[in-house]
């Protein structure tokens, strides 16, 4: 995992990969080698879950589809949201992007935070979302 700040900051960056254990279906056997794919979908919403834990409000959000530029598929769930201050009870209007990708029981998540209307920000954005590349496993 890499993680430049935190949600309180305002602008973060994290990029994480999790290996996550498959439940098996209820009466299959272990050697007919089904495997179930991850619902991205789910795992968004523990992210926002685990957003709203930290004190984040307001978040309205978007789900669309996501294509690296080398072909990756996945799903990216953006939106806007509201951070509490560190230093007192206002909330500071902020954007954020979480970009998913699956492959078997492999999570690779994106998560980025950033104020509203900041174009600096708005360029750190599009240089990550322009340099998101998921490797195929290799032999």
Not at 61 to 83: C, M, Q, V, W, Y
Request: charged fraction near 20%; charge should be negative; avoid cysteine.
């Amino acid at each position: 995992m890499f993680s430049y700040g935190t949600v309180l900051d305002l602008f973060s960056v994290t990029v994480s990969t999790q290996v996550l254990l498959q439940q098996q279906a209820q009466g299959e056997s272990q050697d007919q080698g089904k495997t179930s794919e991850i619902d991205l979908n789910e795992v968004s919403e523990v992210v926002i879950k685990g957003l709203e834990s930290k004190g984040v409000k307001d978040i309205v959000l978007l789900r669309d589809a996501f294509e690296t530029p080398n072909g990756a598929k996945g799903l990216k769930t953006h939106g806007t949201l509201s951070i509490p201050s560190q230093t007192s009870d206002k909330l500071r209007a902020a954007q954020f992007i979480l970009l998913q990708f699956t492959a078997q029981n492999i999570l690779q998540q994106v998560i980025i935070t950033a104020p509203n209307n900041d174009d600096y920000a708005d360029q750190m954005i599009e240089r990550i979302l322009n340099s998101v590349e998921v490797k195929p496993k290799e032999n």
